[in-house]
């Protein structure tokens, strides 16, 4: 009877999914909170989000930007990704102090290492302005007309926003210009790096285990933020203290089970669910297998470089870390598309669309042609969209000898204006302090290679359209030869004596130089073609979307609407769970350290194990950390999460930290698209390995005691 009962608690917990799609914005939390509730949240909608209170969004904060990061403790202890920290971590490494390898913890808040230029970002409120943004635009005015108006209202409403506060304010669109909201953040500039685990537990799995379920990363970072001795944000200082933060997540130790509530909360970057059929088709159809090409070819260079030599792994590691993150992700979500029959599910809602506007007069007039509409300007802008997204593959993430030209290049075209202003002499002293920092991190022959090979793989995409003169006169190999045999730009001598004596005569010079010339030709036709033509389709595009997105929400009024995640804080939530994506597929909720050993053991590099390590999991000395003898080291949920989520606290019923977000489940990238809540599953490292990495591995108790731990 057991046995059965626990059968079909299984099967209806598989099949039957309480996943909630989208992204909810949380000063309007309220709206949704009887049915949190009856998922099984004990918080009210202002322990979620209160202006006036303290609440749970004052412990999270945006992590430089891009990422999510949570306060845990009263002294400003923070917890984010290891891949969110990486680039910090990787800044200070070396070969002697190999903190991507072996790991940090900093002993005392003296040992903490600062991060010139990482900020951190408290929201202070987020209200919807739509009205006043709005007030005194009218139908008869023209487009131009609108938006200055529309501009000079929000102008006010931020400088009142940050009137006598040191508060920073936005305005954002949401629904493609239906809403918009005012975001008003507290900024922090000191932010410094506390512990890391080694990238063998922190970077577990690697590129193989990369956006894939069974996962056994240990993916976390620990920071702390600071302010001035008056608790208020302030530049980097000696004599700056931990911050005391208005509120911190308590430690969720409770055992956790199949169905608990589980909620994101953290800022999710982009997703797109109202693209037009004809878009998704040309995104799995072109536009992403080139890029994937472009990808995989950078990646083959760079992954046998750093196989090869130490110094390598070092320079290379966080660039091949991002290029490879969105490449494997994009094969994800091809995949996903093509299972979902995303075009053909588009089009039947096209189709309904569509039909329903037919249902009265003003909405045909309104509604009638939009997605024809979308269609068409989609087949229009196609060409600009794909040559804007090679470019991005090509010149600003393919051989950094072109991010170098650059630097050089905005000088020539600055020249007259620095040296009327005095300020050529600056310029050029921070150009040339940058290029330590850019060589520390460059291998020639890598870079080498990844110019032939991509210029090779960018002529045969763009087909002969939009190519510069260089390389339609020329091959890739001669190319090659000319730019990496006689440029300056790709030897530090060489770079630095260019910057001796600057003036005219020098200028003209550099403008002769070959990788100079490249760079300068492709942003000819990158600003003169490209952009103009990405602005008009991504303007018309937005322009129909806006009315597009309207029509949905007012013919279908029962349906779920909710606003494309736009980098802005939001809330989902669903519940722990597995999932059965595939036929005679099944993923358990949950993985143990038992998982870790046995990866380790099929010998793929990606499991490597630091020594000390291999015997602390054999040890099994898991302590308060273990649930029925084991350690859970990651599990999956049903929220609906993006990039941006990363480092999200993952928040149990009673708003303590169950762990930390990090990834999605490969057949549950194309969420971005099209969610499916039978599919998509968020993966989140649990709190009580964090704890365990630290306490029990890493000897760093003090920060655990930091802490408060909740039974
Ligand atoms: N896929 C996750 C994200 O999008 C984790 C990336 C870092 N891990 C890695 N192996 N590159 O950011
Ligand atoms: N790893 C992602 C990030 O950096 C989160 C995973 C996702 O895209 O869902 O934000």
């Given at each position: 009877m057991k046995f059965l009962q626990l059968a079909l608690f299984i099967l209806l917990t598989h099949t039957i999914s309480f996943a909630e799609e989208g992204m909810l914005i949380p000063s309007v939390i309220q709206a949704f909170e009887s049915d949190m509730k009856a998922k099984?949240?004990?918080?009210?909608a202002q322990d979620i989000y209160d202006v006036n209170n303290s609440s749970l969004k004052d412990a999270v904060l945006h992590f430089g930007g891009g990422c999510t990061a949570e306060l845990v403790s009263d002294k400003g202890l923070l917890l984010t990704n290891h891949h969110c920290g990486y680039s910090q971590i990787q800044s200070h490494s070396s070969l002697e102090k190999d903190y991507l390898k072996n790991g940090f913890w900093a002993k005392n808040y003296s040992d903490e290492l600062p991060n010139p230029g990482l900020f951190v970002a408290r929201m202070v409120r987020i209200d919807d302005v739509t009205e006043t943004v709005n007030?005194?635009?009218?139908?008869?005015?023209?487009n131009e007309e609108k938006v200055a108006k529309m501009k000079e209202n929000m102008k006010v409403l931020i400088e009142d926003a940050e009137k006598g506060n040191g508060y920073k304010a936005e305005i954002k669109a949401f629904n493609y210009g239906n809403d918009f909201y005012i975001i008003v953040k507290e900024i922090f500039n000191d932010v410094r790096l506390v512990g890391t685990p080694p990238n063998s537990i922190g970077k577990f799995g690697g590129d193989t285990d990369n956006?894939?379920?069974?996962r056994h990363t240990g993916d976390f970072s620990v920071f702390r933020v600071y302010s001035g001795t008056d608790n208020k944000p302030a530049d980097f200082s000696e004599s700056n203290v931990p911050y005391a933060p208005i509120h911190f997540l308590p430690i969720a130790m409770t055992p956790r089970k199949i169905g608990d509530f589980t909620m994101v909360y953290g800022f999710p970057g982009t997703t797109e669910q109202h693209l037009v059929s004809s878009q998704i088709k040309y995104i799995m159809d072109k536009e992403r297998p080139a890029r994937i090409g472009m990808r995989e070819k950078s990646l083959s260079v760079i992954d046998a470089g750093m196989r090869s030599s130490d110094q390598i792994r070092i320079q290379y590691s966080a660039k091949q870390a991002r290029i490879a993150n969105a490449y494997k992700k994009w094969i994800g979500q091809v995949g996903g598309l093509t299972e979902l029959d995303a075009v053909r599910v588009k089009e039947e809602y096209e189709a309904k669309y569509n039909e329903r506007a037919q249902k009265k007069p003003e909405w045909a007039v309104k509604y009638g042609s939009l997605v024809a509409e979308m269609k068409e300007t989609m087949k229009k802008g196609q060409q600009y969209d794909f040559a804007y997204a090679m470019a991005v593959e090509y010149i600003f993430t393919g051989p950094e000898m072109l991010r170098l030209a650059r630097s050089y290049s905005n000088i020539m075209d600055n020249y007259d204006k620095l040296v009327e202003t005095s300020l050529l002499e600056e310029e050029i002293e921070k150009l040339d302090k940058g290029l330590d920092g850019f060589f520390k991190n460059y291998d020639v022959g890598v870079d080498r290679q990844i110019f032939e090979l991509l210029t090779d793989e960018y002529l045969e995409q763009m087909n002969?359209?939009?190519?510069p003169n260089m390389l339609t006169t020329t091959s890739a190999s001669a190319l090659t030869k000319s730019i990496y045999n006689k440029s300056f730009l790709v030897d530090i001598e060489d770079a630095k004596n260019a910057l001796k004596k600057v003036n005219k005569r020098a200028i003209k010079k550099w403008g002769r130089d070959p990788g100079i010339m490249l760079y300068r030709q492709l942003m000819q036709k990158f600003e003169e073609e490209t952009i103009p033509g990405v602005r008009e389709f991504q303007g018309r595009m937005d322009g129909i979307l806006k009315v597009y997105v309207e029509g949905k929400q007012e013919m279908f009024p029962d349906a779920k609407h909710w606003a494309d995640a736009n980098g802005t804080m939001r809330i989902t939530y669903g519940q722990l769970e597995g999932s059965a994506p595939n036929d005679g597929m099944e993923y358990t909720d949950h993985t143990t350290t038992a998982g870790i050993l046995q990866k380790h053991a099929t010998g793929n590099p990606d499991f490597d194990l630091l020594p000390d390590l291999i015997e602390t999991y054999k040890k099994k000395d898991f302590g308060p950390y273990a649930q029925d003898g084991e350690l859970w080291v990651c599990f999956t949920g049903s929220n609906h999460t993006t990039g941006g989520n990363s480092g999200s606290p993952v928040i149990d019923a009673n708003g303590n930290l169950m762990g930390l977000n990090f990834d999605r489940s490969w057949e549950s990238t194309m969420s971005d698209y099209m969610f499916d809540p039978n599919r998509c599953r968020n993966i989140t490292v649990d709190i009580r390995y964090v704890l365990w990495v630290m306490d029990?591995?890493?000897?760093?108790t003090h920060l655990v005691k930091e802490m408060k731990l909740v039974n």
């Open positions: 099984g949240m004990k918080l009210t007030f005194g635009v009218r139908d008869e005015m023209s956006w894939v379920w069974p002969g359209i939009g190519l029990k591995y890493a000897g760093a």
